[in-house]
């Protein structure tokens, strides 16, 4: 049965760094796009990062550039985002989802699978 499985949210103060994990299960992530996207109260959830299936290339939202890093870990079946600088704007629930094809989509509609998602919060 394929399944994701986030995990790695907490809570920080602006400037911390956290890491988020998706672990997946039933398939073979090296094959798929990988995307992280969140959602916050009150609004539409929106495309965070992604890695392709096929080169590895990745893709970042403007907001995230040069603070968000996503990468992949075959070995063990899993993508991570590794998030620093973190700014109070970037507190949401965060899911990581596979795409039914190897190439990156910043549309939700474009991902056929979905974790249950991990909180962040960025609070002093």
């Known amino acids: 049965q394929l399944q994701l499985v986030e995990s790695g949210g907490g809570l920080v103060q602006p400037g911390g760094s956290l890491r988020l994990s998706c672990a997946a299960s039933?398939?073979?992530?090296?094959?798929?796009?990988i995307g992280w996207f969140r959602q916050a109260p009150g609004k539409e959830r929106e495309g965070v990062s992604c890695?392709?299936?096929?080169?590895?290339?990745?893709y970042y939202e403007d907001s995230v550039k040069g603070r968000f890093t996503i990468s992949r870990d075959n070995a063990k079946n899993t993508v991570y985002l590794q998030m620093n600088n973190l700014k109070p704007e970037d507190t949401a629930v965060y899911y990581c989802?596979?795409?039914?094809?190897?190439?990156?989509?910043?549309?939700?509609?474009?991902?056929?699978?979905w974790g249950q998602g991990t909180q962040v919060t960025v609070s002093s």
């Open positions: 989802a596979v795409a039914p094809h190897y190439y990156c989509s910043g549309e939700t509609r474009s991902y056929a699978y």
């Open positions: 039933g398939f073979t992530l090296d094959y798929y796009a």
């Open positions: 890695i392709s299936g096929s080169d590895g290339s990745t």
